[in-house]
């Protein structure tokens, strides 16, 4: 079984740039998370989705953060102006719906270096 | 306060060790409580799963919870160079497509 696939693995960008983040999840798996984890920091949800829609987004910052998740398959993370402070890994984990299993399988990250 | 807290450390210890990693909690909502391991520059891996108070083993693993005091801990016995890893505690409020609340990880360093 393939597990979830995230690109590119790393990003240097510049303050005031944009950058995209992608996601492809397990096969199968209805639930789709991104979190965010700066250097030193446990994981931070920013945003999850039930198929395609959104359950919660509560920590997400909506004035440069954006993420959809068309079709209930693969999920795109963007950031619009980056600041200083987003430099982080940007974790994409999936789930499915059992009603059992809290296990979140999680990509390697996406490594973001804003200068 | 942070909703969960965790010794950041970083611990090394010798192989063969016994290591112990907690952490504490305020939501007493939480009911499902795991640990994951993360190696470098890779995600988390589910490592323990444990459902209210109470001990699991798996292996030379063992999680136990003690809702009581809002602590859980992670034991790892006989300790290998290969457990080296960062370990993070968390919980969630409910089964199944939850959110996870992480603690801040705690970095082991077994010394062979």
């Known amino acids: 079984e393939a597990g979830v696939a995230q690109s590119p693995r790393y990003k240097i960008i510049e303050k005031r740039q944009s950058v995209a983040f992608w996601c492809n999840p397990i096969?199968?798996?209805?639930?789709l998370y991104w979190y965010q984890q700066i250097l030193g920091q446990g994981p931070k949800l920013l945003i999850q989705?039930?198929?395609?829609?959104?359950?919660?987004d509560s920590q997400l910052p909506k004035d440069r953060f954006s993420a959809e998740r068309l079709k209930g398959v693969d999920s795109t993370l963007k950031i619009q102006p980056a600041k200083l402070e987003d430099s982080a890994v940007y974790l994409c984990?999936?789930?499915?719906?059992?009603?059992?299993?809290?296990?979140?399988?999680f990509g390697p990250g996406t490594r973001l270096t804003v200068l | 306060q942070k909703e969960v807290e965790q010794d950041p450390g970083p611990l090394s210890v010798p192989e063969g060790a016994i290591v112990s990693l907690n952490c504490t909690y305020s939501?007493?909502?939480?009911?499902?409580f795991m640990w994951y391991r993360q190696y470098s520059r890779k995600g988390p891996e589910l490592l323990m799963y444990?459902?209210?108070?109470g001990n699991k083993e798996d292996g030379r693993f063992t999680a136990q919870v003690d809702k009581s005091s809002k602590y859980i801990s992670l034991f790892i016995r006989d300790s290998q160079p290969s457990d080296s890893a960062t370990y993070l505690c968390?919980?969630?409020?409910?089964?199944?497509?939850?959110?996870?609340?992480f603690g801040q990880g705690t970095r082991l360093t077994i010394n062979p």
């Open positions: 984990a999936s789930s499915s719906r059992g009603l059992s299993s809290n296990e979140q399988f």
């Open positions: 096969s199968g798996h209805a639930t």
């Open positions: 989705f039930q198929n395609n829609g959104v359950v919660d």
């Open positions: 939501n007493s909502a939480f009911q499902y």
């Open positions: 444990t459902y209210s108070s």
């Open positions: 968390a919980m969630s409020a409910g089964q199944g497509a939850q959110k996870l609340v």
